[in-house]
């Protein structure tokens, strides 16, 4: 007797993992971009996922994202989709609570979860999985509405991963770095199993787990007719050049085109410039001045859009071996034009007289930004792209790391600094000068000549 043994795969794998923790409205999480940033980084090395990855989306926001992920779902692909933030439940249907949510969260400000699946069932996927680590508890306001017209179609594709039972809650231990539910999802979700057996294994977890005291019940529920898993491999044997080329604009989106940068100052001090990314909408915009052993630079960024939220650190990093301003800027996806900051650089000598130069920076459009404006983005066409069979080397490349380059000789720059007058000095850049004594150098290494 010969026995056949079925090898499952997908034609490509793409996820969308989104975490709301900063509500206007509600109270604040702690856990979800923890949650998120930890699953994308298994997704994507253990299991071959592209990933895209959105922090505190409004409610339209979530919908833009949902449009623009299930653009690259097709036909035998796997899709997922993870939120983790606070929800609710009626009438059998889950709903996602936006960051912009009233305190009421009425159903027509949220955003149902059926209306997600059917998105990703329209481009007829071969493995739709949800998360959705939010409370199912029923929201008791008189004008709940569920949309009757928003009717998934039933495929045989589709699993649910509740992190907890309808009308129970998902819980947030304090001091926790994830969820109860993300927590046990970490540590399973590599798994070469099923993927029904890998979110029993995540149930079993959490309801022996002590911080949710047993009052936290996961729910898979399953239609799946295939027995599919998060590690099956990848035969991209078949897929288009349309696809690819959409395929290209998101991966386009997730690379940082602005190269490090080393300018120099004077004597031999020179200011490095880097920007990373921390998700799909946040970057860190990394800034220090080399060779300053004693403490003698200020330096700080202005002038980002309104519409960023900006947030700052500044602190000695051994790495560096500098005292680093290290600036998040999130909520990319509200950015209109460049990300272009002025950088202000203060320098105090010996005699105590305060120097400051500045210069603009500009970052481009970065990551989502670039494709997420309300305008809708141009999207290629069969016209254009025909059908072929070949995989594209993008779809394997990875984003190599770029040394810091000086890019302009000394004189060239010195030109390009603007002397900034005492009066028109930003008021708050001086409450980012250290107040500790410079920093004792005798521990410190002595720079090369």
């Known amino acids: 007797m010969i026995v056949l043994h079925l090898i499952i795969v997908a034609l490509n794998k793409v996820a969308l993992l989104i975490g709301n923790q900063s509500y206007r409205a509600l109270q604040k999480l702690?856990?979800?971009?923890?949650?998120?940033?930890?699953?994308?980084?298994?997704?994507?090395?253990?299991?071959?996922?592209?990933?895209?990855?959105?922090?505190?989306?409004?409610?339209?926001?979530?919908?833009?994202?949902?449009?623009?992920?299930?653009?690259?779902?097709?036909?035998?692909?796997?899709?997922?989709?993870?939120?983790?933030?606070?929800?609710f439940e009626n009438n059998g249907h889950s709903f996602l609570i936006p960051v912009d949510s009233t305190s009421e969260h009425k159903s027509d400000d949220c955003v149902d979860t059926q209306w997600i699946l059917d998105q990703m069932q329209s481009r007829d996927p071969a493995l739709n999985v949800m998360l959705l680590d939010i409370c199912r508890m029923k929201n008791d306001y008189q004008d709940q509405k569920v949309d009757d017209k928003v009717s998934p179609q039933?495929?045989?594709?589709?699993?649910?991963?509740?992190?907890?039972?309808?009308?129970?809650?998902?819980?947030?231990?304090?001091?926790e770095e994830y969820s109860v539910f993300a927590k046990h999802l970490l540590q399973h979700v590599k798994s070469r199993q099923r993927i029904e057996r890998v979110l029993d294994d995540v149930k079993r977890g959490v309801q022996e787990d002590k911080t949710s005291s047993g009052q936290q019940y996961p729910t898979v529920v399953s239609?799946?007719?295939?027995?599919r898993g998060?590690?099956?491999?990848?035969?991209?044997?078949?897929?288009?050049?349309?696809?690819?080329?959409?395929?290209?604009?998101?991966?386009?989106?997730?690379?940082?085109?602005?190269?490090?940068?080393?300018?120099?100052?004077?004597?031999?001090?020179?200011?490095?410039?880097?920007i990373g990314m921390q998700t799909s909408n946040i970057v860190n915009i990394v800034v220090f001045v080399e060779n300053d052993f004693c403490n003698r630079f200020n330096i700080q960024l202005y002038n980002f859009t309104l519409e960023l939220n900006v947030t700052v650190t500044k602190a000695y990093q051994p790495m560096y071996n500098a005292y680093v301003l290290t600036t998040t800027v999130s909520g990319l996806q509200k950015l209109k034009n460049n990300?272009?900051?002025?950088?202000?650089?203060?320098?105090?000598?010996?005699?105590?007289?305060?120097?400051?130069?500045?210069?603009?920076?500009?970052?481009g459009m970065p990551l989502v930004a670039k494709i997420w404006q309300r305008t809708p983005y141009k999207q290629p066409t069969e016209s254009a792209y025909p059908d072929f069979n070949d995989v594209p080397e993008h779809q394997r490349r990875g984003i190599q790391p770029v040394p810091f380059v000086n890019i302009t000789s000394p004189k060239e720059m010195l030109k390009k600094w603007i002397p900034v007058p005492p009066s028109q000095v930003p008021p708050e850049l001086g409450k980012w000068r250290l107040s500790q004594e410079p920093k004792d150098t005798s521990s410190l290494p002595v720079p090369k000549e």
């Open 30 to 87: 702690n856990t979800p971009q923890n949650e998120v940033e930890a699953l994308a980084l298994t997704l994507y090395r253990d299991c071959d996922f592209k990933v895209i990855t959105l922090i505190d989306l409004t409610k339209e926001e979530i919908r833009t994202a949902v449009r623009l992920f299930c653009d690259l779902l097709a036909r035998g692909m796997y899709g997922l989709f993870f939120f983790s933030g606070h929800g």
């Open 154 to 175: 039933v495929r045989g594709n589709t699993v649910f991963g509740y992190a907890a039972g309808a009308n129970c809650n998902a819980y947030e231990p304090e001091g």
């Open 223 to 227: 239609d799946l007719a295939v027995g």
């Open 230 to 274: 998060l590690r099956d491999p990848i035969n991209s044997h078949g897929q288009t050049t349309l696809y690819n080329a959409k395929m290209q604009m998101w991966e386009d989106a997730h690379v940082i085109e602005f190269l490090p940068i080393r300018w120099y100052l004077f004597s031999n001090y020179f200011v490095n410039v880097d």
């Open 339 to 363: 990300l272009h900051p002025d950088l202000y650089v203060e320098y105090s000598d010996e005699s105590g007289a305060v120097l400051t130069w500045k210069r603009d920076i500009d970052f």
